[in-house]
């Protein structure tokens, strides 16, 4: 029974030679038969059935639910280890609707503060508008959840050896079989059942596809994460200030860490600045005379945690992008469709991609090698419908509040966000009913 999650893809004719197989328990319960890889006569040549690349959200929160479904994955990360530095992501509801699919709701909940509501604010302090998440809807949650601690948690729950570091893919061939071969740039190569791309903006896998280069959209943010040792002085909100061109945020994260960002209009990206104290100093010099409490945040923010990031995304029209799967090969995440950070939603997203793509595979997977390719367009054409609105919308809600004009700014400040503003319908893109995983075993 167990067996049959792989053989019907996997004969096991083609497998004999360089694959033995061995039981396998995930978590507690007994799962399924799997292939160990082993090398080919081939020399350096690795197979392997299941292969994602990059071990960013989208990847592990892949593996974890493929995890729970019994199916084994490799995951090629190009880095030495899980990203260790960066800031924090606001998570909704959407989001902790996949983490408690894959069962790491509950054990990330406590570590992060449930924001209350956001505070929208004039550069000069003053509160243009105040809101309640549950006002508006008793199931909205919201968190600013650290992606090292992210990142560290989707990793616990996967079987050691699962992420393969310092393993950067390089190029991508696909066989007359469906196979596909991966080259990394240490000159070894993997020959892949299926491969899940998950390697970001600047994915390998995704331009291999056809997809074109993630478009810049005129602004960039800095961010940081500004650590109080004996505890920071903010209520649980958001706080927005918005100013012409330019807009700041600040929201705590637990008891002692706050996150910020600032986005700037920029015509071009600028040089690449790493420098944190360039890069502090020129955040500081943008809100220069916005309140003082923004200011002293930035400044206690540790050099590791502050960058400055060019905005990008990439519109997946119709009839224009190509799919998201070709043969067996699929994209996830920002590899996907990259959006700008603007409604808070491209890791959100990213999360919801895994369990959607981790159920239809495993289901699939079940029935026979031709349903693969089946499984991913189904997955492409269920997730385009939720993507690519996000994303140009994300996108307008940007443009629209890194607008300079005056007038318009005036607009904006005096009638728009005190009166006509909702926060119900600005959050509906967070209704997201996420499917249990799956297990067709059990
Ligand atoms: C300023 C800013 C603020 C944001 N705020 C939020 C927010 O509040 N909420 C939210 O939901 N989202 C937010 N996002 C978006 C979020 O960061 C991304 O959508 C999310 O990280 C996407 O995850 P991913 O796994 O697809 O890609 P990534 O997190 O980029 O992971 C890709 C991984 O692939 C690896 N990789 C790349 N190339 C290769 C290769 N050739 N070989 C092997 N490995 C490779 C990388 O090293 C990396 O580990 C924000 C983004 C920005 C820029």
Request: aromatic residues 8%.
């Amino acid at each position: 029974m167990a067996m049959s999650l792989l053989l019907p893809i996997f004969p096991l004719q083609s497998l004999a030679r360089s694959y033995r197989w061995c039981p396998v328990r995930t978590g507690s319960k007994p799962v399924c038969l799997v292939v160990t890889r082993a090398q080919t006569s081939g020399g350096d040549r690795e197979e392997e059935n299941v292969v994602i690349v990059g071990a960013g959200i989208g990847g592990l929160a892949t593996a974890v639910s493929l995890h729970r479904l019994g199916i084994r994955s490799v995951v090629l990360e190009q880095a030495e280890s899980l990203r260790t530095g960066g800031t924090s992501l606001t998570l909704f509801k959407n989001g902790w609707r996949v983490l408690d699919a894959i069962s790491v709701g509950p054990q990330l909940r406590t570590q992060f503060l449930e924001i209350e509501g956001m505070v929208v604010k004039k550069e000069d302090g003053r509160e243009l508008r105040s809101f309640r998440f549950k006002d508006e809807d008793q199931s909205q949650e919201v968190r600013a959840v650290e992606r090292r601690v992210l990142l560290e948690t989707l990793a616990s729950q996967l079987p050691p050896q699962t992420i393969r570091f310092s393993s950067k893919l390089k190029t991508i061939q696909s066989n007359a079989n469906g196979d596909t071969l991966l080259e990394l740039e240490d000159g070894s190569q993997l020959l892949a059942k299926i491969v899940i791309g998950c390697d970001g903006i600047r994915s390998k896998v995704a331009s291999w596809m056809g997809f074109s280069e993630p478009k810049y959209v005129g602004h960039c943010a800095f961010r940081g994460l500004g650590f109080y040792p004996n505890g920071q002085p903010f209520q649980k909100k958001v706080n927005y200030i918005y100013g012409r061109g330019l807009r700041a945020g600040y929201v705590p994260v637990s008891a002692t860490k706050v996150y910020w960002f600032i986005c700037f209009n920029s015509p071009s990206l600028g040089p690449k600045i790493t420098d944190p104290a360039i890069l502090k100093k020129q955040a500081k010099e943008l809100v220069s005379t916005w309140p003082e409490e923004l200011r002293n945040l930035i400044d206690l923010t540790p050099d590791e945690t502050i960058s400055r990031t060019p905005l990008v995304d990439r519109w997946l029209w119709p009839g224009i992008a190509p799919p998201a799967s070709k043969g067996r090969v699929v994209l996830v995440g920002d590899a996907w469709h990259p959006m700008t950070p603007n409604l808070g939603q491209g890791a959100c997203c990213a999360l919801e991609d895994s369990v959607v793509l981790a159920n239809k595979l495993a289901s699939e997977l079940n029935k026979g090698t031709e349903s693969v390719e089946g499984a991913m367009e189904s997955y492409g054409n269920e997730r385009w419908s939720r993507a690519f609105p996000l994303t140009v919308r994300a996108n307008l809600v940007g443009a629209l509040l890194q607008w300079e004009n005056s007038l318009v700014c005036s607009v904006r400040d005096n009638i728009i966000i005190p009166k006509l503003v909702r926060l119900g319908p600005m959050l509906e893109h967070t209704n997201f009913e996420c499917e249990p995983l799956y297990d067709s075993k059990t």
